[in-house]
């Protein structure tokens, strides 16, 4: 299953760019919110999101950033998405 994860940093930020493209690529499911990405660890969709996915899933973002504002954010992230076998797509990076 496809499972997308849209971010915008602030209330007046649209999140409609993000979810059309993410249903574009057949994203099933899609958790957002609209909040600052300073740290991972206090965006509750992601955490809905990264819970959500099972085994053989793919969390899709449309960007990096939406996701993560750091590397050792992103890394870990990541880390907890390959421990339920769950794979990353991002839609404007290839091989990503």
């Known amino acids: 299953m496809l499972v997308g994860y849209a971010r915008v940093s602030s209330a007046g930020q649209s999140l409609d760019i993000q ?7 057949g994203c ?5 919110e609209k909040m600052s990405g300073r740290s991972a660890k ?8 990264i819970d959500f ?3 053989g899933d793919v969390l899709v973002v449309t960007r990096l ?3 993560a504002r750091s590397v050792g954010d992103l890394h870990q ?3 907890n998405l390959a421990e339920k076998n769950v794979a990353f ?3 404007n ?3 990503v």
């Open 42 to 49: 206090d965006r509750i969709e992601l955490a809905n999101a």
């Open 65 to 67: 950033d939406r996701l």
């Open 93 to 95: 990076q290839s091989g």
């Open 28 to 32: 099933e499911k899609v958790f957002a």
């Open 19 to 25: 979810n059309d493209a993410l249903a574009e690529v």
């Open 89 to 91: 797509k991002c839609l």
């Open 77 to 79: 992230i990541i880390e």
């Open 53 to 55: 996915v099972r085994d």
